[in-house]
């Protein structure tokens, strides 16, 4: 029997700084993790770079049932503390857009950097360690594992969600929810692609990697970034950042313009440029692949007419198509390729100072597998910093 003050499940983001902050309160700390590695998820983020965190991280970035749940660990431990660690361990990173932070080299150098600091704090960190069985005891909890067994007073469950299973996500945090009595609220894929009709499919074949800056809103949210067309539906980040607010059977309303009123663009190209067609007018801001596609899909009738020929109504249908195209996908890539998951273990059952669950004193939750998600741009990294943080100053 191995004895310790706390026991972390999972070695990701929100396990391993947690680790740091009870290891830098003097507490004996191990992590136990199934995967043959730490950070998986770290390792494959921002296309390999890790997208650690965001300049602009506010609560307004999170999606949760109760949306004032995160603010107090996102305040205790802020983007700029994470910043600041990252300085003191050197590593080059940059900005990338919308107050994006990346490293310059490798995802690997923030796994280092976490890893370091364990060892810096004496937390000791196991891979390929499954758990096989936790049970409440009168000193705190026993785990029989793959590697023995454990007592531990503090149990932290940090093994986030279900997205993308072949990196090791499992549904045991909420496995360990209901064990002791916690509600959790259910799960759904999120900050992924849509898939779209066969009919739809065929529509925009050869469109494959082509890209739009556009509006697109659902559910009355709005996101302005690309949409990308790919083989299988929509992607590109207004789409992933839309997905986390679509439900099945709702459209999305796609704004192809969104810096001009399109109607008042035709008229005057009408007047100025009477000979012109719309298929070059759309080109002026999309591609002209897009553009010549999009033509023939929706204004067949028209396209060979020059403006001039057009009627102010057909001029209004086509601002209209373009800037308020509603398109119903048929659903989502699902937690195959989705980075996140939305829903999870009910934050009315955790203290947001303590990460402790409200019915099972000495079993936490972090990370993830709360239901608290956060927008794409290094939010979701800034919760696991925040909430795992915040638990290990309280263990
Ligand atoms: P995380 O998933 O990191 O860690 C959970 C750990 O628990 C894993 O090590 C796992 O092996 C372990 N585990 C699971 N079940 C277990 C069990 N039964 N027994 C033992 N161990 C178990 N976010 C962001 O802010 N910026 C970004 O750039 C990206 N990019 C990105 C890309 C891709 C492809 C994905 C899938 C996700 C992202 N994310 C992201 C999201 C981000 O990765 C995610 O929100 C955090 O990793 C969540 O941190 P957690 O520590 O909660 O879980």
Known sequence: MQKRDVIIIGAGAAGLMCAISAGSRGKSVTVLDHANKVGKKILMSGGGRCNFTNYYTEPTNFLSENEHF????????TQWDFISLVEKHEIPYHEKKLGQLFCDNKAKDIVNMLLDECSDVGADVRTHCSIDKVEKTDKGFLLTSSQGKWQCQSLVIATGALSIPTMGATGFGYDIARQFGLKVLPTRAGLVPFTLTPKLLEDFEGLSGTSADALVSCNGVSFRENILFTHRGLSGPSILQ??????????????LFPDIDLYQTLKSVQQERPKTHINTVLAETLTKKLADRLTELWFSSYKEKPL????????QTIATQCQAWQLKPTGTEGYRTAEVTLGGVDTDEVSSKTFEAKKAPGLHFIGEVLDVTGHLGGFNFQWAWASGHACGQEL
């Open 308 to 315: 001039a020929e057009l009627s102010n109504e057909a001029l």
């Open 70 to 77: 995160c603010k107090s660990a996102l305040s205790r431990y």
């Open 242 to 255: 839309i997905s986390s607010y679509w439900e099945p059977g709702d459209a999305v309303e796609i704004n």
